[in-house]
């Protein structure tokens, strides 16, 4: 059986993802939302290539993104980068800015919950993951979404994840999609107080935030740690402890 990571109450485990960085590459933050713990500032990208600082998030797919990995790594250093404004949608072109940025800035993880199922993105987007993998930056993204692999979390050197509905939030599953070492988690974000999980936003894009905040926890043990591979090595020796 695949090995599997938890949250555990032992203080020996009181883990918080404290010393990672996380950039989230999405659609922003809303300030003051009761969610969301401090951020570290950013960077917005629009279509067209301008950067700005309005960092504020008027589609609510990002701020529930990020409330996901909070609540799992609250002591996670967690840089925003807007690149979805008026809708989720966006160019490999700026994708590939946001995922130089989050290297340049020097963090451990990049989070997208996002993807593109267009082979023709390949050619911006696999230069930009193996750039952040040379900066110590490593691309967690969706690696397929209704059975299509998606761009760029099935390319070579990013960390895939895929959904288990069965999962909790706090725990992740190592296994193989197409021959390949993905992470899978459950697609549910954090909670709303008297909002069904049925009605709030779910899917693809949580299960990729959740593997991201659990995987903060494990490179917190294991500094080292930083591409692909020493992700998924850092979590199997969690498992196994």
């Known amino acids: 059986m695949a090995p599997s990571v938890r949250m555990r109450a032992e203080p020996l485990w009181s883990r918080t993802g404290r010393g990672v960085s996380i950039a989230v590459i999405d659609s922003g933050a809303h300030p003051g939302h009761p969610h969301l713990g401090l951020l570290a500032g950013g960077i917005a990208f629009t279509p067209d290539g ?3 600082d309005d960092l504020t998030d008027r589609l609510g797919h990002g701020t529930a993104v990020t409330a996901a990995i909070q609540e799992k790594a609250p002591g996670a250093r967690v840089h925003v980068a807007r690149v979805f404004h008026e809708e989720l949608a966006t160019s490999a072109r700026t ?3 946001a995922i130089d940025w989050a290297g340049e800035r020097g963090c451990r993880l990049a989070n997208l919950s996002l993807g593109t199922p267009r082979q023709s993105r390949i050619e911006q987007l696999q230069p930009a993951v193996e750039r952040a993998a040379r900066a ?8 397929s979404h209704e059975g299509r692999r998606q761009f760029p979390g099935s390319l070579p050197g990013a960390l895939g994840v895929c959904l288990d509905w069965d999962l909790p939030r706090h725990r992740v599953r190592i296994g193989r999609r197409d021959g390949r070492r993905v992470l899978y988690a459950s697609g549910y974000p954090r909670p709303i107080p008297g909002v069904p999980p049925a009605r709030n936003l779910n899917g693809i894009s949580f299960a990729v ?17 930083r591409a692909r591979a020493d992700a998924l090595a850092a979590l199997e020796a969690l498992a196994a402890v």
Do not use: C, Q
Request: net charge negative; no cysteine.
């Open 50 to 52: 301008r950067e700005h």
């Open 95 to 97: 994708l590939a800015k």
């Open 136 to 143: 110590g930056t490593l691309v967690i993204a969706a690696y």
């Open 209 to 225: 935030a959740n593997a991201t905040g659990m995987v903060a926890l494990a490179l917190e043990l294991f500094p080292d740690a």
